[in-house]
């Protein structure tokens, strides 16, 4: 069943004159929210149910201080000064303002409710070297199709029906043109698995523009295109935010970034997957040193640690620095709650791109590795490509993930990334390049399924038995095969159907859904038994 998602929007304001000029931008830093209480705040207010759900399964408060919205009487104090007000974020408590003329920061560092005031964009600078956002396609490659599936073991889940189903994403790019239009996503978009969208540069519902980056994105997620392109979350649900101004680099992105993922929360997505990053700035004064990627300093660092910190599994490409001046990790990569994904080729091996870590204080980064040479992705409504870059192995793991949240729903997030971490096969000896390395996500499974399942005390447990349809066989032991027949007490064969890739230790079925009611025969072959479940349909 499709939900209807309901996004609030506290972090924005309508916006005056959006279409004038005004290259300055600061940010300002509040003392408090003035008299909020969170008891002055009922849930619905601030976050929707689907919101509400998450951090209930996550064991977390429902609201916290950094969920009450900025201040309004700040807002509109400074907003009556001349500035205008672009965007706000609950969660670090500031609001991004612009101005078409240079504002003295220092005479307004004096009203008692600003703690502190950045310049995070001014005119007149632009960086002459390529833009992050620029990739290369490649038109061929000897990489089947589906290897970024089958590197990570990913049909294991697929065979099993785990897509991604139920699953909320939030893709947070630079801009989705095209996608409105490739045939990749024709399944996605006939089944209106785009939730909302939203661009936070320019305060509009429309992000089909600016880059068909995030397209290559959401095609390497949710593509459906036979023997070309096989998303690793097809089934998933989207939301596609516009984070990334690709016309400069500034700070400022930051500020649309953390809007974006706090949009995300309210709207109860479960996992942030994020190709973009920030170290270098078009003003070089404002530029991060290495020294600040220690996950405690970068604007847009602790706003994805927020996100995670609020049950979402955030995931961040490494960057794709190693061969370039700057070499390392880039920011959010760096937070010790973000997964932080780098880029290995066909043959498991880490790309020349793919930036090191460690982070500064010396925690292993990345945290994981995914393929990210010659990617199979789709940026015009008639022809695909491959791609090279940690901004497609960041989808092609988040969206794995998704398929594992399917799997258990009620896992916390934390789990999920441990095993993940766990599967992966340098986990007992990570390094600065593969980090924890290239995860199994059949073990995943297991593992986290060795979490939250009891092992029957037979070989296998039907459950529910009586059932209107939907039912389980948990197995005590894992299987790497297995045959599914169903039969009716004549003995007549209904269904079958053959997983040559099985993991984990659940089958769910519901074949039965629509059957007449009665007793029906299921008959399981492994390579080691034959287990027969007797299973009694009800009444629908």
Not at 439 to 454: H, I, K, N, V
Not at 518 to 536: E, N, Q, W
């Amino acid at each position: 069943m499709v939900r209807i998602f309901t996004c609030i929007l506290f972090i924005l304001l309508s916006i005056p004159g959006a279409a004038q000029v005004t290259p300055y931008y600061y940010r300002v830093y509040f003392t408090d929210k003035g008299d909020a209480r969170i008891n002055d705040y009922q849930p619905l207010q601030l976050l929707s149910e689907r919101a509400i759900e998450r951090r209930q399964k996550e064991n977390i408060d429902i609201l916290d201080y950094r969920d009450l919205p900025v201040f309004s009487n700040y807002i509109n104090e400074l907003s009556s000064g001349g500035l205008t007000l672009h965007c706000t974020s609950k969660w670090m408590n500031t609001a991004l303002f612009k101005s078409s003329i240079v504002v003295n920061t220092d005479s307004l560092k004096n009203l008692p409710f600003i703690s502190e005031i950045k310049t995070v964009k001014i005119p007149g600078k632009k960086n002459t070297g390529q833009d992050k956002l620029d990739f290369v396609l490649n038109g061929s490659s000897e990489d089947s199709y589906d290897r970024p599936v089958t590197m990570l073991n990913g049909y294991s889940l697929h065979n099993q029906g785990y897509l991604g189903n139920g699953i909320l994403i939030a893709v947070l790019d630079g801009g989705f043109d095209n996608a409105e239009e490739i045939s990749s996503l024709n399944d996605l978009r006939d089944r209106n698995g785009i939730k909302a969208t939203y661009d936070f540069v320019q305060n509009s519902e429309f992000v089909y523009n600016s880059s068909t980056h995030g397209t290559a994105v959401l095609s390497v997620l949710a593509g459906r295109l036979p023997w070309v392109i096989e998303g690793t979350a097809q089934e998933a649900d989207y939301l596609l935010l516009k984070s990334e101004d690709v016309s400069s680099e500034f700070p400022c992105e930051e500020d649309y970034w953390a809007a974006a993922a706090e949009f995300a929360d309210s709207c109860g997505a479960d996992i942030i997957t994020s190709s973009l990053g920030y170290t270098t700035f078009d003003d070089p004064s404002m530029s991060y040193k290495y020294s600040d990627l220690d996950g405690n300093k970068a604007f847009v660092t602790i706003a994805a640690d927020i996100a995670a910190s609020k049950g979402i599994i955030v995931f961040n490409s490494a960057g794709n620095e190693r061969n370039k001046s700057w070499k390392r990790i880039i920011c959010p990569a760096d937070g010790d709650s973000v997964i932080a994904v780098g880029a290995v080729d066909g043959n498991n091996n880490i790309s020349a791109f793919s930036s090191a870590g460690p982070a500064y204080d010396r925690r292993i980064k990345p945290d994981n590795s995914a393929m990210g040479v010659a990617v199979p992705v789709q940026t015009s409504a008639t022809t695909t490509s491959k791609a090279n870059g940690t901004s497609f192995s960041c989808p092609v793991l988040s969206g794995m993930t998704a398929c594992l949240m399917q799997s258990f729903p009620d896992a916390r997030s934390t789990d999920i990334i441990k095993v993940i971490k766990e599967s992966s096969d340098r986990f007992n000896s990570p390094d600065s390049l593969y980090g924890y390395g290239i995860p199994d996500m059949g073990a995943a499974l297991l593992r986290l399924q060795d979490l939250y399942l009891l092992k029957p005390e037979g070989l296998s447990v039907a459950l529910p038995n009586p059932t209107t349809g939907e039912f389980e066989i948990i197995f005590r032991e894992p299987y790497e095969s297995i045959v599914i027949e169903i039969f009716t007490t004549s003995g007549k064969i209904i269904w079958k159907r053959e997983i040559d890739t099985f993991a984990g230790r659940i089958l769910k079925i519901n074949e039965l859904v629509n059957r007449e009611q009665g007793l029906y025969i299921v008959r399981i072959s492994t390579p080691d038994a034959k287990i027969i479940h007797k299973i009694i349909k009800l009444r629908n």
